[in-house]
């Protein structure tokens, strides 16, 4: 079944069930806790706290998210996009645990909804929660063994404030032996591929420290369902693919970007991974674009940089060193039309931008590359495993070279990074351009050489960027 498909087939499920169909809300959101929508539950935020009243009691969607917390899964697991689309259905004060497992159940196993195969679905249950293990019993009819009871970190939901939380239950599907080992979710999570997040919205919060610790003042007066399934995790499983970057909407990024590189798909683990990534990334910096994030220095146009930088380097890395981007962009605009008719009439914007940058880093890596070789090589000749901070600092300050970029190649060369002595020069750095401020606001000192470092490479976030969002959940 197509990606498009599943997704339709979805919609109309709950549709027909009472659900009114809510268009994905733009990747870059206002909410102050994330850079992007990472799932189908954060346009609903204010309905989920009662902080206001949803315009309906059922709502479904297909919703655009972004985890940049996953990211450096990317290709390693088979199952972690950094774009990705996750299809949720809503209740807002009406139905809840009975229903919500019924549904997920009939859509996955009915043949007229996914047809998966019931004897294979695994699901788990929160610890205390005997009320949703009772409920698969009777409704799905699972045996106790493949109905696996977890603790708070994984199936209790909260959103790390007072308010609504409440237990999940997770469906998961076993792909087989040759994927992994079995025994269960608890063993081995490729093997057995979670698809789908029940959240169960039953209790109110307190104050207090911890993901755990908060004390429990009781019932919501109004219960809420949010549900979020993986529509990759679904195509994957539906297209007998080994993992999210097989399947129809990304396949043929890799294929092309394979053909380019003159990489046969499948012969080394290493390349591999570098072709998923190259399809994960090209696709994800699309979706972006497109939702009018831009690349830059900060926040989520950092986010859009590194990504384009990445699949850029990947592409290098397994051998084509002319630019990729107008090789592969439209082939992930053909994946993504048909579900996105947007991106069509915006192309032109969107490639602009993306050829754009891929042409700065290029003159970027161009010249730092020679740089840090030189710096490796020297470092190796004296017999030091660490790059010296001066070094990294003079890379960033004046060969705009991100301290993350210098980090992964001097990773690739088996050399560490003095990231301690940076931070201090990048302090320094900070320092004097804060004292040359404030002189300035006093009239007297010489901003000029300054102003220019700044002009060039911009306020310089390197955190890594795993800092950059917070889950929520
Ligand atoms: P996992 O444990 O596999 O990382 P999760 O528990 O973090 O998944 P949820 O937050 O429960 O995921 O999100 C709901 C659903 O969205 C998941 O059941 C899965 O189908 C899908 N999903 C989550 N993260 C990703 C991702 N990075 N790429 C593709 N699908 C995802
Ligand atoms: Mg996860
Ligand atoms: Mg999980
Ligand atoms: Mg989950």
Sequence with gaps: MRTAD????????????GHTVVPSAPLPTPDPTLLFVNAGMVPFKPYLTGEDLAPWNRATSVQKCVRTLDIEEVGVTTRHGSFFQMNGNFSFGDYFKEEAIAYAWELSTAESGYGLDPDRIWVTVHHTDDESREIWRRVAGLPNDRIVARGDEDNFWSMGVPGPCGPCSELYYDRGPALGRAGGPEVDEDR??????????????????????????????????DTGMGLERMATLLQGVDNLYEIDETRPILDRAADLTGTRYGAAQEDDVRLRVVADHVRTALMLLADGTAPGNEGRGYVLRR?????????????????????????????????????????????????????????????????????????????????????????????????????????EQGVEVDREGFTTLMN??????????????????????????LDANGPTDWQAWTTLETESR
């Design 192 to 225: 057995y591929m979670e698809f789908w997040n029940l959240v169960f919205m039953q209790y109110e919060r307190g104050d207090g420290p911890g993901k755990s610790g908060y004390p429990i003042l009781g019932e919501l007066p109004r219960r809420n369902i």
């Design 428 to 453: 320094e750095q900070r320092e004097r351009a804060r004292a040359d401020a404030r002189a300035r606001k006093t009239g007297s000192g010489d901003t000029t050489a300054l102003r220019s470092v």
């Design 6 to 17: 599943i997704r339709s087939r979805y919609l109309d499920y709950f549709a027909e069930r």
């Design 307 to 411: 990504i384009l930088r990445r699949a850029v380097r990947a592409v290098r890395l397994l051998g084509h060193q002319d630019p990729a981007l107008p090789e592969l962009l439209p082939v992930a605009r053909d994946c993504m039309s048909p579900s996105y008719p947007e991106l069509v009439a915006e192309f032109d914007r969107i490639s602009q931008q993306a050829y754009g940058e891929e042409d700065a880093f290029r003159t970027t890596l161009k010249q730092g590359t020679v740089v840090l070789d030189t710096a490796v090589a020297e470092a190796r000749a004296e017999g030091v495993r660490t790059l010296p901070g001066a070094k990294v600092f003079q890379l960033h300050d004046t060969y705009g070279f991100p301290i993350d970029l210098t980090l992964e190649m001097a990773a």
